[in-house]
């Protein structure tokens, strides 16, 4: 059941939060074995937090919809008292000394936390598998990935061993195990919702969202948790608004009006022709079902990567620069290179890509003065298996760029493979408009019967969720490198980096590399952004300057 159908029920007295509570840790219990989902159960707090909830609501105290909800919380988000790994053995043993914001307002609403959920270590990648607790699976094939970094809220969801989660999105980690799983997920508008007390990748990208299994249960989510935070100074005091009455409202009023732009550019022809031809589908359904659909270009798409890691190298290097320098060998080894390579972006790059930023913000509003709504695939491809899931490119191929603008972007199933695996729908809408998505996605839904679809995995054999191993990778030179040996390996002193002398020809050859990736900024007409502006998202009805 939704947290819709739930929450109605409890109302009606024909279930309690006692009793579903129970429910869901009985199937956390039975089947997590097989999905991985969970790092850590909370039983007795949610045994708590279910009869404090079912008292009140019998005493006519009602906290909202999420009052007596079993929920799940991706495991970088802080409860005080209760472990918080991020995925490593970095914080294997932590406890974490406060609460997040987003758990706060959750435990307001009344909703039940079962516990945290697995994740990429440090949410850095989007297959879900570099996690220091092994792999979380996909409920459609367990043998599969659920996709990154929030994959154990994607499987716990999907997998009906939670009936709503929290996860963050950084270059794509609700929207990605969303369309891989089969779920809906939503990023909001960046400074929507308050990522204190949850452990970032990069703070000018980072957004919490919620994982849901209806487009309801999103926007009853994100009403819980939206909202400004003086803990956070990215939160923006703009008012969060009824979604849930929005979007019944907007069911009522259907899709005349609304103008859907698809891009012309990047988007299409797909990576993948049945998932492409799914996405199409959706689509011409849309337009069946009022909608004005047109082509638009988003010239800034082919970007997304470089401004990523030019934006956000600095930051998520200098945050774990003392654990690298202090504990390198206990990252996860892809997450130790990455860390580290964040550390050499020149400072220059950095504002460069600070200033790509202002100029997407700028092109992004031209799309919107067109269009209500951007409509593409969110991921190109399905879930690859667990053992086979080395190239990320494909699955951040629908998600990064947008990241890179702040705007809230929604991922409904859209539906599924002749091998029975589940595709996305993305939609990506104006700043602080989440009601449109909302609107959209939901009249979307209640045309299609794919939300409603379960996977049946119960019955599957527990499949290998053991870290993938470690071995160093050799690193080929590049023909003209772009920076020597010695410089590579005096930078890494001056940082405190621990690189033997065996390691830094490979360090050398990936900084070479990322320094040619970085220089695809260099194509970009920047030259009338304001030198060392930074990204600002705009308020409601302003135009970006």
Not at 77 to 104: D, F, Q
Not at 196 to 206: E, I, M, N, Q, T
Not at 251 to 263: A, D, M, Q, S, T
Not at 271 to 292: H, K, P, Q, S
Request: proline share 7%.
């Amino acid at each position: 059941m939704t947290v819709a159908e739930l929450s109605a029920r409890f109302r009606k007295k024909e279930l309690s939060p006692v009793e579903v509570t129970e429910a869901y840790l009985a199937r956390i219990e039975a089947h997590d074995d097989k999905l991985n989902a969970f790092l850590t159960v909370t039983k007795e707090a949610a045994r708590r937090a279910a009869k404090q909830a079912e008292k009140e609501l019998r005493q006519g105290k009602d906290r909202g919809p999420f009052h007596g909800i079993p929920v799940a919380l991706k495991d970088l988000i802080e409860i005080e008292g209760v472990p918080m790994t991020a995925g490593s053995s970095i914080l294997e043993h932590n406890v974490s000394k406060v609460t997040a914001t987003v758990a706060e307002k959750l435990q307001e609403a009344g909703a039940v936390i079962l516990g945290k959920t697995n994740l990429q270590e440090f949410a850095r990648g989007p297959t879900g598998v570099d996690s220091h607790f092994g792999a979380a699976s996909n409920p459609w094939d367990v043998t599969r990935i659920a996709g990154g970094s929030s994959s154990g809220s994607g499987a716990a969801v999907a997998g009906s061993i939670a009936a709503a989660g929290l996860g963050s999105d950084t270059g794509g980690s609700v929207r990605i195990p969303a369309a891989l799983c089969g779920i809906v997920g939503i990023r909001p508008t960046y400074g929507r919702v308050s990522r204190y007390g949850a452990v970032p990748l990069g703070r000018s990208y980072d957004a919490l969202g919620p994982m849901t299994r209806s487009v309801e249960d999103a926007a009853l989510m994100l009403a819980a948790i939206a909202g400004h935070d003086p803990r956070d100074p990215s939160t923006r005091n703009v008012p969060a608004g009824d979604y849930a009455d929005s979007l019944r409202q907007g069911r009522n009023e259907g899709l005349k009006g609304i103008c859907l732009g698809v891009p012309g550019n990047h988007f299409f022809p797909g990576l993948d022709a049945e998932a492409e031809a799914l996405v199409r589908t959706a689509i011409a359904l849309l337009e069946g079902l009022g909608a004005d659909v047109r082509e638009v270009d988003i010239p800034y798409t082919e970007y997304g990567a470089a401004t990523y890691l030019a934006v956000n190298g600095p930051d998520y290097g200098l945050y774990h620069l003392p654990s690298l320098v202090a504990r390198r060998s206990e990252y996860r080894r892809l997450t130790a290179e990455s860390f580290e390579l964040g550390l050499f972006v020149p400072g220059w790059r950095h504002l460069q890509g600070q200033a790509a930023r202002r100029l997407f913000l700028r092109q992004t509003a031209e799309v919107f003065r067109q269009v209500d709504a951007v409509v593409t695939p969110t991921v190109p491809v399905t879930a690859p298996p667990i053992d086979a899931c080395d190239d990320w490119r494909a699955l951040l191929h629908g998600t990064v760029a947008f990241s890179s603008v702040g705007t809230p972007a929604l991922s409904v199933p859209c539906g599924f493979t002749k091998a029975g695996l589940p595709v996305g729908l993305q939609l990506v809408g104006k700043w602080w408009e989440e009601e449109t998505l909302f609107r959209i996605g939901a009249i979307y839904e209640a045309a299609t019967d794919w939300h409603v679809r379960r996977p049946s995995f119960e019955s599957d054999p527990v499949p290998n969720h053991a870290p993938p191993p470690q071995e160093t990778q050799v690193s080929e030179e590049t023909e003209g490198a772009t920076v020597g040996r010695k410089t590579v390996g005096e930078l890494a002193k001056v940082f405190g980096l621990p690189v033997a002398e065996d390691a830094l020809d490979a360090l050398t050859v990936r900084v070479d590399r990322m320094f040619r990736s970085l220089r695809r900024l260099d194509d970009l007409p920047l030259d009338d952004i304001e030198p060392g502006a930074y990204f600002v998202v705009p308020g409601p009805g302003e135009d970006p300057a």
